[in-house]
């Protein structure tokens, strides 16, 4: 069983910077593609970013190419969503998500098995 742990949400302005965290139980860790969703009130759960087990490859969904940066640190079994200029839209719970052999879409909530307990960011204007 996998256990993932979100940490560093909380409460900023727009336009300021914001880094989360996961700290996950896989082993090892690195051998599993790594995400972050995110579900604001009353939509549904939503891609943010991937990156695949050595690091090497990062996928993003639109809203935050060029914002947000997803990295990991396999020696530490974490991985990081740093989130930059942030919009009151980014407002949400964020999940970190992990998949063992990603074979199908990568930005798909159905690809990952498992699934941290999310951590607030909220944005005010």
């Known amino acids: 069983q996998v256990q993932l742990v979100e940490s560093g949400g909380g409460v900023v302005q727009a336009g300021s910077s914001l880094k989360l965290s996961c700290a996950a139980s896989?082993?090892?860790?690195?051998?599993?593609?790594m995400a972050w969703f995110r579900q604001a009130p009353g939509k549904e759960r939503e891609f943010v970013g991937g990156i695949n087990p050595s690091g090497t490859s990062t996928w993003y969904a639109d809203s935050v190419k060029g914002r947000f940066t997803i990295s990991r640190d396999n020696g530490k079994s974490t991985v990081y969503l740093q989130m930059n200029s942030l919009k009151s839209e980014d407002t949400a719970i964020y999940y970190c998500a992990a998949s063992y052999l990603l074979w199908g879409d990568p930005k798909s909530t159905g690809e990952y098995s498992y699934w941290g307990q999310g951590t607030q960011v909220t944005v005010s204007s």
């Open positions: 896989a082993r090892p860790f690195s051998t599993y593609s």
